[in-house]
């Protein structure tokens, strides 16, 4: 299995536009976690889905962020409007009862 | 919910061993351990389930004391690789998210 793939590797976006960050699983992975990074607030939890439905997503920021998982191998995590205060790492993760493994990460910077 | 780590830095030379604690407030199901290396992504190490047990990966092990709701990380005669910044992940129920610790940076050098 190629792991959790995410996309785009880096995106660089002006203020006020909208930003889509995409995630495929492992095969056979039922839950899926997107967390935030930054150095300021660490590996933060956004939502966390299980058999693709939204099971907790207390820790998305505000209304601009927004989550889906339409099926059982896509993810996308969406911001709109983009704003400066957004930019850090995001990181979707799949995991099975023994261990969750992480993608490469989008960094994103908003200016 | 956020799990404590401790201690926030620790700087080794080649060898030498080191200890990484991780404590929670509330009841712990499981206790996830990962390292991550500047500009990448956290690499799984291991996972430790409600049960007490201890768990090795090469130099590497790990503890799980349910009572006291703690994990410890053991990293024996460390080497330059086992550099980075280490963070447990908890959930106090199967089926709940991971939260993580804020991490410990470990810096092993020659």
């Known amino acids: 299995d190629a792991g959790v793939i995410q996309s785009p590797r880096h995106e660089v976006t002006e203020m006020g536009q909208e930003v889509t960050l995409r995630c495929k699983p492992i095969s056979g992975h039922n839950s899926l976690f997107w967390y935030r990074q930054t150095m300021m607030r660490g590996l933060e939890l956004l939502i966390y889905?299980?058999?693709?439905?939204?099971?907790?997503d207390s820790g998305m920021p505000e209304d601009r962020f927004s989550a889906k998982m339409p099926n059982a191998s896509f993810s996308t995590l969406k911001i709109q409007p983009s704003e400066p205060r957004d930019s850090a790492v995001y990181f979707c993760?799949?995991?099975?009862?023994?261990?969750?493994?992480f993608g490469q990460g989008t960094r994103l910077t908003v200016v | 919910q956020q799990p404590v780590q401790s201690p926030q830095a620790v700087i080794l030379r080649e060898g030498e061993d080191a200890v990484i604690n991780c404590s929670s407030s509330?009841?712990?199901?499981?206790v996830h351990w990962y390292r991550q290396k500047h500009g990448e992504a956290p690499v799984f190490l291991m996972i430790l389930l409600k049960g007490g047990e201890q768990k090795g990966h090469e130099k590497i092990s790990a503890s799980f004391n349910e009572k006291k709701q703690q994990s410890s990380l053991y990293l024996t005669a460390s080497q330059l690789s086992y550099s980075g910044t280490y963070f447990c992940?908890?959930?106090?129920?199967?089926?709940?998210?991971?939260?993580f610790g804020k991490g410990t940076t470990l810096s092993v050098s020659s």
């Open positions: 509330k009841a712990l199901y499981s």
């Open positions: 993760a799949s995991s099975t009862a023994w261990g969750a493994f």
């Open positions: 992940g908890t959930a106090n129920q199967a089926g709940t998210a991971l939260i």
């Open positions: 889905f299980n058999n693709n439905v939204p099971i907790d």
